[in-house]
């Protein structure tokens, strides 16, 4: 019975909002001022008073969040606490795998940050947390294989020798430092004397 209550009050509703626009398209009343100066006032008045009560209610809200969290059951608490502590222990893991790539990367490429961040650090973990030491020097070889420029150079070949910077253009052992002053000098009496 009441849903037939509610239907034909949406009827009855439906049918006042289309003859509504009829009555109003039909006569427009003229702009009064007065009229409009009082709606208005009348509408910051209302807005107003509701942004009181809402300046009221907002430490009334954050009380109630406060009294919320503090209700929170003790196995939600251990369970944020559980999130947390698993979240951490993650991160741990991937630094000491991290920090054990690098280790066994350093007897062979230049860079041993390149193998880690080359590889996925995620799969040389089992479930226990233990790290798969073989599995990782296997990666790391097969690593090398499609990347050789990343290698440790090659020091078995011949040496180059080591720059000596007392050799050069100078021909007769080491020159001494000289002002571009005293250069021309020297330049200009050796023209005279050859003339």
């Known amino acids: 019975m009441p849903e037939e209550t509610q239907t034909e009050q949406v009827e009855e509703q439906q049918q006042e909002t289309e003859a509504a626009p009829e009555a109003d398209t039909s006569e427009e009343e003229p702009f009064d001022r007065k009229r409009a100066e009082a709606a208005l006032r009348k509408k910051n008045s209302e807005a107003e008073n509701l942004r009181k009560r809402l300046r009221e209610l907002e430490p009334l809200a954050a009380k109630a969040k406060e009294l919320e969290d503090a209700q929170k059951t003790e196995a939600e608490r251990l369970g944020e ?55 990782i020097r296997a990666d790391l070889s097969e690593l090398l294989k ?10 078995s070949g011949p040496r180059r020798p080591a720059p000596d910077r007392t050799q050069g253009s100078s021909g007769n052992g080491a020159r001494t430092p000289t002002s571009p002053g005293d250069e021309f000098a020297g330049f200009m009496q050796r023209a005279l004397k050859g003339r």
């Open 81 to 135: 606490q559980l999130t947390a502590q698993r979240e951490r222990a993650e991160k741990a893991v991937r630094a000491a795998v991290a920090s054990k790539v690098e280790a066994l990367a350093a007897k062979q490429f230049a860079d041993p940050e390149d193998a880690v961040g080359a590889l996925d650090l995620t799969a040389y973990v089992d479930a226990d947390g233990v790290i798969d030491t073989d599995q």
């Open 146 to 155: 499609r990347k050789p420029h990343w290698a440790l150079p090659d020091d």
